[in-house]
Structure formats: structure tokens, C-alpha cells
């Protein structure tokens, strides 16, 4: 547990349950994110196994993250890294096969491409204080949001628009022990992402809408 302290500003290497007060709570962003989208989808009767499925997986890792950000242990990691990992996975593959329309094995690779790159990265946390992990997935949500933007579709700006959001998501969780003072800006990290979730799932709708 020892070397898992110390990774952010605001816990420091206070191992006690609530040292990171900002970095804990302010993952009800990610269950914000799955709440929004539960309302949209139901809205638009379109509450589909593909809709539940990120919904899920966005509350799993607000409350994967809050583990890990008051329990710093090797199993709350993992159950921090493997929802955002999965979330990934799925809307990598459906964004893919449905949004862009990609043969099996073409989403299949850029999906092993993705998560390959980004676990390779994560035992490096130099550069970017540990956010190299996350670059692979804003290059595809770049492309993605970029290639669904050409298509003139509904909605065409919400990829992206989650692209940015997530870029300077990254930029707050790099700085976090740069910044001058004690609650670091991880949390930042939490809250912007909780709005790309809720672009991206929103993308996701509006296309099951546009095409049914």
C-alpha cells in the first residue's frame, strides 16, 4: 500500500479514509454522467442493452475511483483502471462497428491498438504525471469525434467536443502536484470527465435515435 501513497497532491502520504476529500466525492460526477444519460436514453425509449451496458459501466467507475481514492490498495487500483478500461472497450467497439461503420476486424484492432498502448503506459508515471496512460484514448475519441464531425450526422460536435474536454482533463490531472495549492487539481480530473462520459454516451443515443 505504501507506494500507492503519495500519487496526489491532496492525499499526500496520509494513508486515513478521507485524505482526499475532493479527489473522493468528486467522483458523483461519473454517477451524474450515468444518471443524465438514463434520463435521455428513457426519454427516447432508447434504453437498449448497448445504452445499459455504458451506463453501467459509467457509475462503475465513479464508484471504482472513489474506492481507490479513500482505500489505496493494489485491488482498489485495478477496481479503478478495469471500469475505465471497459468503458473504453465498449464504446470503442460501438462507436466502430455502428457510428463509423468499421469491418469486425478493423474495431477489433483499433480497440487492441487502444487498450494495448494505454497498459503498456501505465507503469510509467513519468511523463504527465501518470496521465500517459490515457493519451491512446483521447487520440481516438479525436478520430472518432473528427470522422463522425465529417459524416454531418446529429449532433456532430458532442466526439468532438468530449475530445477537448478531455484533453484538458489529462492537462489538470498532469499538473496536480504542480499547482501551488494542498487539493491539487485531480479533482478537476474527475469532474471534466465526468462530462466527457456523459458526451459520449449522448453521442451514442443520438445515433441509435438517428438511426431507428
Known amino acids: 500500500m505504501q507506494n500507492l501513497l503519495n500519487i496526489y497532491r491532496e492525499r499526500g502520504i496520509d494513508p ?10 468528486t467522483n458523483a460526477s461519473f454517477l451524474l454522467a450515468a444518471l443524465a444519460a438514463w434520463c435521455l436514453a428513457s426519454r427516447t425509449g432508447l434504453l437498449t442493452e448497448s445504452t445499459w451496458l455504458l451506463i453501467a459501466l459509467a457509475a462503475s467507475i465513479g464508484f471504482g475511483s472513489f474506492l481507490f481514492h479513500t482505500c489505496p490498495t493494489h485491488a482498489t487500483m485495478w477496481l479503478d483502471v478495469i471500469p475505465i478500461s471497459l468503458f473504453q472497450v465498449a464504446f470503442l467497439w460501438l462507436a466502430g462497428r455502428h457510428m463509423l461503420q468499421l469491418p469486425v476486424v478493423a474495431a477489433i484492432g483499433m480497440i487492441v491498438a487502444v487498450v494495448g498502448l494505454s497498459f503498456a503506459a501505465l507503469p510509467f508515471h513519468k511523463p504527465l504525471n501518470g496521465s500517459l496512460f490515457y493519451i ?3 487520440l481516438a475519441i479525436a478520430g472518432i469525434g473528427l470522422a463522425v464531425f465529417c459524416q454531418r450526422g446529429p449532433e456532430p460536435l458532442l466526439l468532438p467536443m ?9 492537462f489538470a490531472r498532469t499538473i496536480d502536484w504542480s499547482v501551488p495549492f494542498s487539493a491539487g487539481t485531480h479533482f478537476l480530473w474527475h469532474l471534466l470527465n465526468g462530462l466527457v462520459l ?5 453521442a451514442w443515443i443520438v445515433h441509435l435515435a438517428f438511426r431507428a
Open 16 to 25: 486515513s479514509f478521507l485524505a482526499e476529500p475532493m479527489n473522493a466525492f
Open 136 to 138: 491512446p484514448a483521447l
Open 162 to 170: 468530449a475530445a477537448v474536454v478531455f484533453a484538458i482533463a489529462i
Open 198 to 202: 456523459y458526451l459520449s454516451m449522448r
